[in-house]
């Protein structure tokens, strides 16, 4: 039972990444495509529904972490998956202001090699029972350029949305309401911008860490 129990995880873990690899290779595909064609304020309408997708999918890795399917730590996953999932839904579909900014694309662009390169490895992985040396040091060596970029696009966009939060006032609760509470959507998404200052720093030591272990490890076998 042990052994069918296994091949039905990696089957499922093997599913899951190719189907959100393709979501993102869509998603770097047609923002390329409308950076060639268009230019970067063509950006998030050509990706905005594959993106979503693609990358609201990511919860099911919390889920995975926190039954036991994964060994990755949910301390680390969940505070980089939430900062995403803000992006995507909080500040970019909620905030159509920010859209035809060129940080979409960087950001755009960051997030869908990282993630075409993390779930083709991880699909090899479960798949095949390994990835290629190659796709290896891509999985634990492209985040030295793509997590800066990506880090500076999302709290760029985060700022640039700020004014129109703070303007529009959506998402807040003010009082007097039933609940005898009130809730200022700006002033937690000015805390969100704040955690990245000494966040960001830490996620990345980690990830070097995570490269160092992994890299060697492949190296001694």
């Avoid at 047609?30 to 979503?52: C, F, I, N, W």
């Avoid at 969940?78 to 909620?94: A, D, E, K």
């Avoid at 800066?148 to 309401?177: D, F, H, Q, W």
Wanted: net charge positive.
């Amino acid at each position: 039972m042990a052994g069918v129990g296994s091949a039905v995880r990696r089957l499922y873990l093997s599913v899951y990444n190719w189907v959100v690899f393709f979501g993102w290779a869509q998603v770097l595909y047609y923002a390329v495509l409308a950076l060639r064609e268009t230019g970067h304020e063509a950006v998030y309408a050509a990706v905005e529904r594959p993106l979503q997708l693609a990358q609201t999918a990511a919860i099911m890795e919390i889920l995975h972490g926190l039954v036991g399917l994964v060994r990755s730590p949910v301390s680390a996953t969940l505070p980089q998956i939430g900062s995403r999932l803000f992006l995507t839904w909080g500040v970019l579909w909620s905030f159509p202001e920010t859209q035809s900014h060129i940080l979409v694309s960087s950001l755009v662009i960051s997030w869908s090699i990282t993630e075409t390169i993390r779930y083709s490895f991880f699909g090899m992985k479960e798949a095949f029972g390994s990835a290629p040396s190659w796709l290896l040091w891509l999985r634990y060596s492209t985040f030295m350029l793509l997590y800066p970029t990506g880090i500076t696009s999302e709290v760029g966009l985060i700022y640039i949305a700020l004014p129109y939060m703070k303007a529009s006032e959506k998402y807040c609760l003010r009082m007097p309401n039933k609940w005898n509470f009130s809730y200022d959507y700006y002033y937690s998404s000015l805390l969100a911008l704040l955690i990245y200052v000494p966040g960001s720093p830490h996620m990345y030591r980690y990830m070097l860490s995570q490269r160092k272990k992994a890299l060697s490890k492949a190296k001694a076998a």
